[in-house]
């Protein structure tokens, strides 16, 4: 995929004019500016990108949005509670919206992505139906379509372009929210339709169409060398398989590509807002650290950083150590005090917040210019729309925080 | 005597960021008693073992990393390391199996290798897990290779494992016929008898032990062995049924506590208690959930194993200490 940089975006990352400190990120006015038409979720796995796409999407439409949210992999009690545990690749309408203060709510739409659904969706739209059959039959193809790395990237794109398209046509939305795979880099989800192209345009997948588009120019002597060895380590059907799916490549997947490029452009477009979300840990910030850089890279604007599940700081000043002294000293008549136990919590929590907060500094030093909301951890897991509408309350309050 | 003494390879697989790696390395640790040769594999290309031992970047190949987890005596064995990558596996694969000569550097040249270590189905996986099968069945076209007493995998995540070893399957049903296909069902061999076994990480929370338990019915159906079952980052426990409960209710004896704590030698203002009693509710609220996602673990029937989360991260020293919990609680 090109990677471009355009002048009029803000620039963000280390590449940034300024030094100066962006404030925290004001996620009701992100919300609240109509030009504003995708947010993406990004970040690495389990850092909550699922539970703040829905709470994000909950919030606009709460607050008189037209919204639809496409989610990859909620967990089962959340897809429950909005209604798409269903898994048919269709938005359905969310019940239980309610308009936040005084005005109208909006519509919200729900759905969870099916990865080989979408593909093999739009193989049949590409294909004759007897083509199309031959394809999803192909075990090259099904590799491709449920394991090949960078699929699931690849089809959340492909049905954000859709969504996206469709909703211009019908203006059923106006606020699309993107959740993402739970790949382990953040960078997957800018980097599959890449791996794609660069998968196609190989040297041997060129190698086995050349057959198929002509005269056999290319039937080297390398070639058949190759042929020979494979048939001789795999066996023919192999082969037999493997020249049917590249077959089906050159007819098939030359439109993917194209559409790729477009879904990638809009992700360029002014009305997109990459919100990165992370975990307070050293791994989760050091991926969203590569994905800032590379947002600002591609020319993408990025809205801000969500530093997820953080623990929530003490008020009063009893430093860990001192707290840990004290329980040794009460522990000293060998019972189970209660204070006791308390104390080490105490230390705990302390001690967390500043590891917390020094990894948080060590990435705002590092990209002064990104906006951050901090949302405390929960001490339950967020399954159902109360759940949402809390962690939608905290993503704003942080803006008010400071 | 541990629980797994007959088991020569360990796969550790678990939900993304339970803590699989830290696990893998703790075990290999762990079982690297006196006199004993222990292999740490990873598999995933992202140099975690280096990372985490703060050691270079591994190659591919064996590398000595360090020493186990010393005995009572102080005796101690070794640790060794490899990163296995699927285009590295496959030309040893070829130039172990198949006198290929010219044809070996035209699949090179030609992009074969690129092209089977991205696509071609599961032929990435039996290259991975091969190499794994043949660090614990010693080849003997592998001259002067290290014996080792067990082989510990940090493999991929459980919704990929059954998959990534179960290759039986997929490529011996591809290739029908010929070496792949014979090299195929002696791995599986290994993998579905009692020297192999899965253990499984986890969290005490909703979403790693929902993924645990499908883990281990996708195990059994594909007979494989499952292992033992880690649960991960556990909270403190050092508070009775009774405080717990009091603490979520609210009524936890302010008085006593303000009364504990002066005594514990610490100035009490009414912001600290505040804060000690708010931080034992949300601790009662995290360790009911934690305890109720315990119960549901104990209902598996299989061992299990905890170990407590570390507030200052993991270091080398926490994962020795994460070898000796293992270790006391008859893992290794
Ligand atoms: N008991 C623990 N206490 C505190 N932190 C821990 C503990 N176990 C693991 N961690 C930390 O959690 C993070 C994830 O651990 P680790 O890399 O081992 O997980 P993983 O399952 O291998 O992840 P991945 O799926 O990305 O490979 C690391 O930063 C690690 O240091
Ligand atoms: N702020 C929070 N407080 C408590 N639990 C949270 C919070 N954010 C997320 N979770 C929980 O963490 C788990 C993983 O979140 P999820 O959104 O699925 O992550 P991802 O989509 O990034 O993999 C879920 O069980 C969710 O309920
Ligand atoms: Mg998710
Ligand atoms: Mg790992």
């Known amino acids: 995929m090109a990677r471009r940089t355009t002048e009029h975006q803000t620039r963000v990352g280390p590449t940034s004019p300024s030094g100066r400190r962006a404030g925290p990120l004001d996620v009701d006015a992100m919300l609240a500016d109509r030009r504003t038409g995708i947010i993406v979720c990004c970040g690495s796995g389990g850092v909550g990108k699922t539970t703040t796409s829905a709470a994000l999407a909950l919030r606009a439409a709460e607050q008189g949005r037209n919204v639809v949210v496409l989610t990859i992999d909620p967990a089962r009690r959340l897809a429950q509670s909005m209604g798409i545990e269903a898994l048919d690749n269709t938005p359905r309408p969310v019940t239980g919206v309610v308009p936040s203060s005084g005005g109208e709510a909006g519509r919200l739409d729900a759905m969870m992505l099916d990865m080989k659904r979408t593909f093999d969706e739009v193989v049949e739209s590409q294909a004759s139906p007897e083509k199309a059959q031959q394809i999803l039959a192909n075990p090259f193809y099904i590799a491709l379509s449920s394991s090949f790395a960078g699929t699931q990237e690849y089809m959340a794109m492909e049905k954000l372009g859709q969504i996206h398209r469709d909703a211009k046509k019908t203006g059923t939305y106006d606020l699309i929210v993107v959740d993402t795979p739970p790949s382990r880099s953040a960078l997957d989800f800018l980097d599959a339709p890449e791996r794609l192209s660069s998968f196609l345009d190989g040297r041997f997948v060129r190698l086995m169409m050349a057959p198929a588009r002509g005269p056999a120019k290319l039937m080297t002597a390398g070639f058949s060398l190759i042929t020979n060895s494979l048939t001789k380590i795999l066996g023919a059907q192999f082969l037999k398989d493997l020249q049917t799916f590249v077959t089906a490549l050159d007819t098939v997947f030359g439109g993917f590509r194209q559409r790729a490029q477009q879904t990638y452009s809009l992700l360029q477009a002014d009305g997109t807002a990459f919100l990165v979300v992370a975990a307070p840990e050293p791994d989760a910030l050091r991926e969203a650290a590569y994905f800032v850089e590379r947002l600002s890279e591609d020319g993408m604007p990025l809205a801000g950083l969500i530093v997820n599940r953080a623990s929530p700081a003490p008020e009063s000043k009893l430093a860990a150590e001192e707290a840990l002294a004290g329980a040794r000293r009460l522990q000293g008549d060998g019972s189970g005090s209660v204070a006791a136990a308390l104390l080490r919590l105490h230390a705990d929590q302390v001690r967390l917040v500043e590891r917390e907060r020094e990894l948080r500094d060590r990435f705002a030093t590092a990209h002064p210019q990104v906006p951050t909301a901090v949302v405390p951890a929960l001490p339950g897991d967020v399954h159902d729309l109360d759940g949402l509408r809390q962690i939608g309350d905290l993503l704003a309050d942080s803006a008010s925080a400071g | ?332």
């Open chain 2, 1 to 332: 005597m541990s629980d797994w003494s007959k088991v020569q390879l360990h796969v550790v697989t678990g939900k993304g960021g339970t803590g699989k790696s830290t696990v893998a390395s703790a075990l290999a640790l762990a079982l690297a008693h006196k006199g004993k040769n222990v292999l740490l594999c990873e598999v995933e290309g992202r140099q975690g073992i280096a990372r985490m031992f703060d050691v270079d970047p591994l190659p591919y190949g064996e590398r000595r990393l360090t020493t186990g987890l010393p005995d009572a005596d102080g005796g101690r064995g070794v640790v060794y390391a490899l990163h296995i990558d699927a285009e590295s596996a496959l030309l040893e694969y070829l130039s172990m199996y198949y006198r290929l000569g010219r044809a070996g550097r035209a699949l090179d040249r030609f992009g074969v290798i690129e092209f089977a270590t991205t696509i071609a189905p599961g032929v990435r996986d039996v290259l991975l897990s091969g190499k794994v099968y043949e660090a614990v069945q010693r080849n003997s076209r592998n001259k002067g290779a290290i014996d080792y007493d067990a082989v510990v995998l940090d493999a991929p995540p459980t919704g990929r494992i059954a998959q990534f070893i179960n290759v039986g399957g997929e490529v011996g049903g591809l290739a029908k016929v010929g070496p792949i296909k014979t090299q195929s069902d002696t791995m599986m061999k290994l993998f579905q008898s009692p020297q192999t076994a899965v253990h499984l990480v986890t969290l005490l929370e909703e979403m790693p032990v929902q993924e645990t338990i499908d883990g281990i019915a996708e195990l059994k159906k594909d007979r494989l062995p499952v292992g033992g079952v880690v649960v991960n980052m556990v909270r403190p426990r050092d508070l009775t049924a009774d405080a717990l409960a009091a603490a979520r209710a609210g009524t936890l004896d302010r008085g006593a506590i303000e009364a504990e704590v002066k005594a514990a030698g610490i100035e009490v203002t009414p912001t600290l208690v505040d804060d000690l009693l708010l931080e034992a509710r949300e601790h009662a609220e995290r360790r009911a959930l934690e305890d109720e996602q315990r119960e549901v673990v104990r209902g598996l029937g299989v061992p299990t194993y905890e170990l407590p989360r570390m507030t200052g991260g993991v270091d080398l020293g926490a994962l020795y200490e994460f070898a000796g919990l293992l270790r006391e609680q008859g893992m290794a």
